[in-house]
């Protein structure tokens, strides 16, 4: 029998609950010198144009192409109507998105930080979206019931931001009952 000591087999269980320990134990956290920096910090995003322009030539105009359904002969007839309608909501949509960052015009900049701001521009982007759930189902009643919560957030923006201006006919050419008229 062999009485000698072979130290390899302790040493083997003192390296094996070593590294049990080790990776049962929490992580430290890390020391300031450990953490990453980024190589340089994200250019802050902002419109290339102002809020007033934005409205009066993309989303005024998209959102009575959705609003005209409700008017008589302006129904959607066919699947290119639906799409129209489907296309003019996602418009709308993404500039519920996009005006929640800072403009170009002079009040753009405050009016993009404060909350009823943002509150507007996500119910109209919510608006929008059902908008183009009913135009998807080719439901006109859900239509009119999300052109109806569109004009909400709209006259609540205005009525906060924008009370003694009107939009309204500022770049539009004729009335949008006669740009959008249906054959």
């Given at each position: 029998?062999?009485?000698?000591?072979?130290?390899?087999?302790?040493?083997?269980?003192?390296?094996?609950?070593?590294?049990?320990?080790t990776?049962?134990?929490?992580?430290?956290?890390?020391?300031?010198?450990?953490?990453?920096?980024p190589?340089?910090?994200?250019?802050?995003?902002?419109?290339?144009?102002?809020?007033?322009e934005?409205?009066?030539?993309?989303?005024?105009?998209?959102?009575?192409?959705?609003?005209?359904?409700?008017?008589?002969?302006?129904e959607?007839?066919?699947?290119?109507?639906?799409?129209?309608?489907?296309?003019?909501?996602?418009?709308v949509?993404?500039?519920?998105t996009?005006?929640?960052?800072?403009?170009?015009?002079?009040n753009?900049?405050?009016?993009?930080?404060?909350?009823?701001?943002?509150?507007?521009?996500?119910?109209?982007a919510?608006?929008?979206?059902?908008?183009?759930?009913?135009?998807?189902?080719?439901?006109?009643?859900?239509?009119?019931?999300?052109?109806?919560?569109?004009?909400?957030?709209?006259?609540?923006?205005?009525?906060?931001?924008?009370?003694?201006?009107?939009?309204?006919?500022?770049?539009?050419?004729?009335?949008h009952?006669?740009?959008?008229?249906?054959?």
């Amino acid at each position: 029998m062999n009485t000698r000591y072979d130290g390899s087999k302790h040493s083997i269980v003192a390296v094996i609950a070593g590294l049990l320990i080790t990776a049962c134990s929490p992580t430290p956290p890390p020391t300031p010198d450990a953490t990453p920096q980024p190589a340089e910090a994200a250019p802050l995003l902002r419109l290339s144009t102002s809020y007033n322009e934005l409205m009066v030539t993309w989303i005024d105009n998209a959102s009575h192409v959705l609003w005209d359904v409700e008017k008589p002969g302006f129904e959607p007839k066919n699947d290119a109507d639906w799409t129209e309608l489907e296309d003019h909501a996602i418009q709308v949509s993404a500039a519920g998105t996009l005006i929640q960052l800072p403009g170009l015009g002079p009040n753009d900049p405050v009016w993009s930080g404060e909350a009823g701001w943002k509150t507007n521009a996500q119910l109209m982007a919510e608006a929008a979206n059902e908008a183009l759930a009913a135009a998807k189902a080719r439901q006109l009643p859900a239509l009119v019931e999300a052109n109806g919560k569109l004009v909400q957030a709209c006259v609540g923006c205005h009525k906060q931001f924008k009370p003694q201006l009107p939009s309204e006919g500022i770049i539009h050419q004729r009335p949008h009952s006669e740009s959008h008229e249906k054959q």
